[in-house]
């Protein structure tokens, strides 16, 4: 049963002509899905309306041809070839009652044009701006061009009318549509009627909502997504401007979306921005508007979405990663199941599908965009097979989300830990600077089992060989995790390098278990994700003199794909961390490190009284090396199979590791598929010559 402090998320509400069942709005966001696989990203939008959305929306899609982002993979709707792939997803999203919407998009000063060779138009000429700086410039649209845009948009909203959307989204926020591009004085140098002044600025947006309103506006609802501040000074759109602009179109679109200006602002991992972290920039826009608002902030908490739609700040509750982590979060709440809820943990995971061209995945949800790859459901798995019982080596992330999800599915679980506690990595990075949300991936398995009468877990349990073969279960799951190296062997270096015993040596795992450098403390970071950057914080902290020597040309080099890369540097730099770029460590001696450019081999000397190794990490499989070596007896000790995964197989992030304990247990005494392909894709059809 519902909480009745909650009841007022499931009001009802109107956006223009159309009204939502509550206020629970999944807001546009990216999949790495986008028109390459448009089934498997309609049936994760599908699973959200099941999960009781009451508006869920597509990513942004790309209304025409002569603005388009290659390499990054989104929606498109260029012609009517592309209606039957939009309206497979509207028909999903509005089958359990929800408003099914459309972000239309034009890139303008973002768009290289990469495929379609045209050349590029923004609303002022300027080079492109992309996360990959491409030599490219866009000319500035004439008055036949924005003559043309006007059309091209009205074409873009009959589309998606006929392909069953009730709600269309302007995209002018993130910098990356061109709504946003003509509002802001950073993008828009224009000396006609649309610059200058903010009603010049505002002249084609207001020129577009009205095309639509003729075209489609009295059936479908109309919303503008906009930045709150571009946070770039007066040059840019700053709240006190979005403050202005609103108050001056109070009523133009039916609904405001708001959100921060770049995405990495908007987005910022839970490392770097807290619940609700736009609040301030939101609070008092209500009062210059009749319109609905939806605002984000990575909610997770239904007390603070109830704050903020009792306070006046919000009517709809916007959410794109925690929508992700928990399709069925509404849901959850309407039924009084608050503690079953998967937090999201910030963690941006999801995002580097999008950055890296691929399918996106969550660390929290290993079904997420699984549903029609591989027929995965969040909330249900597959029927149990013919055996009974399952032992599980190992609570990290893997081994305890194979242990709930094998549950699920019925089996008699016993989960063997060697310590104390659950959680594994996952226990040890949750107290580092930073990381305390990332514990959210063991709190909801930690209480899930607790609720499962079919798991037992064992601590102070370091299994070997022959204690498994003794104890009688039908399948083993070896879960052990991984060490981080101390001999530097990474990228750089594929063997170990000259190292003096007298220098002392850390790895991350030494300063997880406590242990503590003293004095000027060398930090080298080959391995480019977060781990680097922040044991700089820890030990910065704890007083010491940090140097972060790496051979990448950025401070934690993969973190450009979650978003936080530029933040981290900022954070460093500020914290005193002297950053040492493009060099490696190729010695390190008694009082000092010897490191080398990556470009001219040149050597340099950094005295120093310590250094810790981010380097690459070591499988913990010992175990599971030794049952293999006695496979011959697995039959008489009634063993059927013997399996690793996650970091005991091969080391990754965290996602890799439920990933790899969910796809355990739903694949547990199924028919072995040999070398077909382990999940569905959709290839493009020939045309006809």
């Given at each position: 049963?519902?909480d009745?402090?909650?009841?007022?998320?499931?009001?009802?509400?109107?956006?223009?002509?159309?009204?939502?069942k509550?206020?629970?709005?999944?807001?546009?966001?990216?999949?790495?899905?986008?028109?390459?696989?448009?089934?498997?990203?309609?049936?994760?939008?599908?699973?959200?309306?099941?999960?009781?959305?009451?508006?869920v929306?597509?990513?942004?899609?790309?209304?025409?041809?002569?603005?388009?982002?290659?390499?990054?993979?989104?929606?498109?709707?260029w012609e009517?070839?592309d209606i039957?792939?939009?309206?497979?997803?509207?028909e999903?999203?509005?089958?359990?009652?929800a408003?099914?919407?459309?972000q239309?998009a034009y890139?303008?000063?973002?768009?290289?044009n990469?495929?379609?060779?045209?050349?590029?138009?923004a609303?002022?000429?300027a080079?492109?701006?992309?996360?990959?700086?491409?030599?490219?410039?866009?000319?500035?649209?004439?008055?036949?061009?924005?003559?043309?845009?006007?059309?091209?948009?009205v074409?873009a909203?009959?589309?998606?009318k006929?392909a069953?959307f009730?709600?269309?989204?302007?995209?002018?926020?993130?910098?990356?549509g061109?709504f946003?591009?003509?509002?802001?004085?950073?993008t828009?140098h224009r000396?006609?009627?649309?610059?200058?002044?903010l009603?010049?600025r505002?002249?084609?947006?207001?020129?577009?909502?009205?095309?639509?309103?003729?075209?489609v506006?009295?059936?479908?609802?109309l919303?503008?997504?906009?930045?709150?501040d571009?946070?770039?000074?007066?040059?840019g759109f700053?709240?006190?401007?979005?403050?202005?602009?609103?108050?001056?179109?109070?009523n133009?679109?039916?609904l405001?979306?708001?959100?921060?200006?770049?995405?990495?602002?908007?987005?910022?991992?839970?490392?770097?921005?807290?619940?609700?972290?736009?609040?301030?920039?939101?609070?008092?826009?209500h009062?210059?508007?009749?319109?609905?608002?939806?605002?984000?902030?990575?909610?997770?908490s239904?007390?603070v979405?109830?704050?903020?739609?009792?306070?006046?700040?919000?009517?709809?509750?916007?959410?794109?990663?925690?929508?992700?982590?928990d399709?069925?979060?509404p849901?959850?709440?309407?039924?009084?199941?608050?503690?079953?809820i998967?937090?999201?943990?910030?963690?941006?995971?999801?995002?580097?599908?999008?950055?890296?061209?691929?399918?996106?995945?969550?660390?929290?949800?290993?079904?997420?965009?699984?549903?029609?790859?591989?027929?995965?459901?969040?909330?249900r798995?597959?029927?149990?097979?013919?055996?009974?019982?399952?032992?599980?080596?190992?609570?990290?992330p893997?081994?305890?989300e194979?242990?709930r999800?094998?549950?699920?599915?019925?089996?008699?679980?016993a989960?063997?830990?060697?310590?104390?506690?659950?959680?594994?990595r996952v226990a040890?990075?949750?107290?580092l600077?930073?990381?305390?949300?990332?514990?959210?991936v063991?709190?909801?398995?930690?209480?899930?089992?607790?609720?499962?009468?079919n798991?037992?877990?064992?601590?102070d349990?370091?299994?070997d060989?022959?204690?498994?073969l003794?104890?009688?279960?039908?399948?083993?799951?070896?879960?052990?995790g991984a060490?981080?190296?101390?001999?530097?062997?990474?990228?750089?270096h594929v063997?170990?390098?000259a190292?003096?015993?007298?220098?002392?040596?850390?790895?991350?795992?030494?300063?997880?278990d406590?242990?503590?450098?003293?004095?000027?403390?060398v930090?080298?970071d080959?391995?480019?994700?977060?781990m680097?950057?922040?044991?700089?914080?820890?030990?910065?902290?704890?007083?010491?003199?940090?140097?972060?020597?790496?051979?990448?040309a950025?401070v934690?080099?993969?973190?450009?794909?979650t978003l936080?890369q530029?933040?981290?540097?900022?954070?460093?730099?500020?914290?005193?961390?002297?950053?040492?770029?493009?060099r490696?460590?190729?010695?390190?001696?008694a009082?000092?490190?010897?490191?080398n450019?990556?470009?001219?081999?040149?050597?340099?000397?950094?005295?120093?009284?310590a250094?810790?190794?981010?380097?690459s990490?070591?499988?913990?499989?010992a175990?599971?090396r030794?049952?293999k070596?006695?496979?011959?007896?697995?039959?008489?000790?009634?063993i059927r199979?013997?399996?690793?995964?996650?970091?005991?197989?091969?080391?990754?992030?965290?996602a890799w590791?439920?990933?790899?304990?969910?796809?355990?247990?739903?694949?547990?005494?199924?028919?072995?598929?040999?070398?077909?392909?382990?999940?569905?894709?959709?290839?493009?059809?020939?045309?006809?010559?």
């Open positions: 049963m519902r009745p402090r909650y009841d007022i998320l499931f009001e009802p509400m109107a956006i223009g002509p159309v009204t939502a509550n206020r629970f709005y999944q807001v546009p966001h990216c999949n790495g899905a986008g028109y390459r696989d448009p089934s498997a990203a309609a049936a994760m939008r599908g699973v959200k309306a099941e999960g009781g959305w009451g508006v929306f597509t990513e942004q899609c790309e209304m025409h041809h002569t603005s388009e982002i290659t390499p990054f993979i989104e929606l498109r709707l009517d070839k039957p792939m939009l309206a497979k997803m509207a999903r999203m509005k089958e359990h009652g408003l099914a919407g459309i239309l890139s303008g000063v973002n768009g290289p990469f495929y379609t060779k045209e050349v590029p138009r609303v002022s000429a080079p492109i701006r992309t996360f990959t700086n491409d030599p490219v410039q866009a000319r500035a649209l004439d008055k036949e061009d924005i003559c043309d845009l006007r059309r091209w948009f074409n909203a009959k589309r998606a006929l069953g009730d709600l269309i989204c302007l995209y002018g926020a993130h910098g990356f061109i946003q591009h003509f509002l802001s004085r950073a828009n000396t006609d009627e649309y610059g200058g002044s009603e010049n505002a002249r084609f947006v207001n020129e577009v909502i009205a095309d639509l309103r003729d075209a506006g009295d059936d479908m609802g919303t503008l997504r906009v930045s709150l571009e946070s770039i000074g007066d040059l700053s709240n006190a401007e979005v403050r202005d602009f609103v108050e001056m179109n109070r133009l679109p039916d405001w979306d708001l959100a921060q200006g770049t995405w990495e602002a908007c987005s910022g991992p839970s490392r770097f921005k807290e619940e609700g972290a736009q609040e301030a920039l939101v609070r008092g826009i009062e210059l508007t009749d319109r609905p608002i939806v605002g984000v902030g990575r909610f997770t239904p007390d979405m109830v704050r903020m739609i009792k306070s006046g700040v919000l009517d709809f509750i916007g959410c794109a990663r925690p929508s992700i982590a399709p069925f979060l849901r959850k709440i309407d039924e009084g199941r608050i503690e079953d998967r937090e999201c943990i910030g963690c941006n995971i999801c995002i580097t599908g999008d950055m890296t061209m691929s399918i996106s995945r969550c660390t929290q949800n290993p079904t997420f965009m699984e549903e029609w790859r591989k027929g995965w459901h969040p909330e798995m597959n029927p149990k097979g013919d055996s009974e019982s399952v032992l599980v080596v190992g609570a990290g893997a081994g305890m194979a242990a999800a094998l549950a699920e599915r019925g089996y008699d679980v989960l063997a830990e060697a310590g104390r506690t659950l959680g594994g040890r990075e949750r107290l600077p930073g990381l305390s949300a990332w514990g959210r063991a709190d909801y398995r930690e209480f899930q089992i607790s609720q499962k009468p798991v037992q877990v064992y601590f349990s370091r299994l060989a022959e204690s498994i003794e104890f009688g279960f039908q399948h083993v799951c070896i879960a052990t060490k981080w190296r101390r001999d530097g062997v990474a990228r750089q063997v170990p390098f190292i003096d015993p007298a220098m002392p040596r850390f790895t991350p795992d030494d300063l997880m406590g242990q503590r450098p003293s004095g000027h403390v930090i080298y080959d391995d480019h994700y977060y680097g950057g922040v044991l700089a914080e820890l030990l910065v902290q704890a007083g010491n003199k940090v140097t972060l020597v790496t051979p990448s950025y934690s080099d993969w973190t450009v794909n936080e530029h933040t981290i540097h900022r954070r460093l730099a500020q914290m005193g961390v002297e950053i040492v770029l493009n490696g460590v190729v010695q390190i001696g009082g000092h490190v010897v490191t450019c990556t470009y001219t081999e040149t050597l340099r000397e950094i005295a120093c009284d250094v810790v190794m981010v380097a990490r070591l499988e913990e499989n175990v599971f030794d049952l070596a006695r496979q011959a007896d697995w039959a008489d000790a009634g199979t013997v399996k690793i995964i996650g970091d005991a197989q091969a080391p990754g992030p965290i590791a439920t990933y790899a304990g969910h796809r355990y247990a739903r694949e547990l005494d199924m028919v072995e598929i040999g070398d077909a392909l382990p999940f569905r894709r959709e290839i493009t059809g020939l045309a006809v010559d």
